[in-house]
């Protein structure tokens, strides 16, 4: 049971917009900033989002990132069949004092 | 373009040893934090262990604290990760990571007799 939390699946259709939430305490995602991660089928993960809300460069401009308190989210408008993958999010564990993921969510594009 | 090369991985039986080294070009370690995360088949993400770009600190897993050794040879470019004591769990696909940003395509380690 992983201290950081996922839905272990979400799904939309093309062109929906789609969000994965990821929840934590105060020692976690309430204190630090968290990263989110998408992983293809049989590829390594690719950063997607870092710091919360921030894009890096090449990461479409569908993607966005929030964060309240002890919960963040990772949002995806315009849903594409390429958008079809594994997300995790990551943060740093200050009880735990290393990176915690969550347990990742599977999208499917319907 | 950043580039992470991990090798190393294998077949070891349980109670062995492994060194696994991650080879990095177009940046220099010594600048960033590193770390390495490993995927045991099917499952998600856990991180391993991770290193400052000081080199002053050393993180682990719980998992793998006291048998595991997170270390650099900036000379190489080279991160690497001593393992020991190894145990079936720690068969996994192991990802060299730059600063949690960048990832290797990962080395895949199994633990069997």
């Known amino acids: 049971q992983s201290v950081v939390t996922q839905p272990p699946s979400v799904s939309g259709t093309p062109g929906q917009r789609v969000t994965i939430s990821c929840f934590g305490s105060?020692?976690?995602?309430?204190?630090?900033?968290l990263n989110w991660y998408q992983q293809l089928p049989g590829a390594a993960p690719k950063l997607v989002m870092y710091?919360?809300?921030q894009r890096p460069l090449g990461v479409p401009d569908r993607f966005s990132g929030s964060k309240s308190g002890a919960s963040a989210s990772l949002a995806i408008s315009g849903l594409q069949s390429e958008d079809e993958a594994d997300y995790y999010c990551?943060?740093?564990?200050?009880?735990?004092?290393?990176?915690?993921f969550g347990g990742g969510t599977k999208l499917t594009v319907l | 373009e950043v580039q992470l090369v991990e090798s190393g991985g294998g077949l070891v039986q349980p109670g062995g040893s492994l060194r696994l080294s991650c080879s990095a070009s177009?940046?220099?370690?010594?600048?960033?934090?590193m770390d390495w995360v490993r995927q045991a088949p099917g499952k998600g993400l856990e991180f391993v262990a991770a290193?400052?770009?000081?080199?002053?600190?050393?993180y682990y897993a719980d998992s793998v604290r006291g048998r595991f050794t997170i270390s650099t040879d900036n000379s190489r470019n080279t991160l690497y990760l001593q393992m020991s004591s190894l145990r079936p769990d720690d068969t996994a696909l192991y990802y060299c990571?730059?600063?949690?940003?960048?990832w290797g395509q990962g080395t895949l380690v199994t633990v069997s007799s």
């Open positions: 990571v730059q600063d949690m940003r960048n």
């Open positions: 177009a940046f220099s370690i010594s600048n960033y934090a």
């Open positions: 290193i400052t770009e000081n080199r002053g600190s050393t």
């Open positions: 105060s020692s976690n995602i309430g204190k630090n900033a």
């Open positions: 710091r919360n809300d």
């Open positions: 990551a943060v740093w564990d200050d009880s735990l004092d290393f990176v915690v």
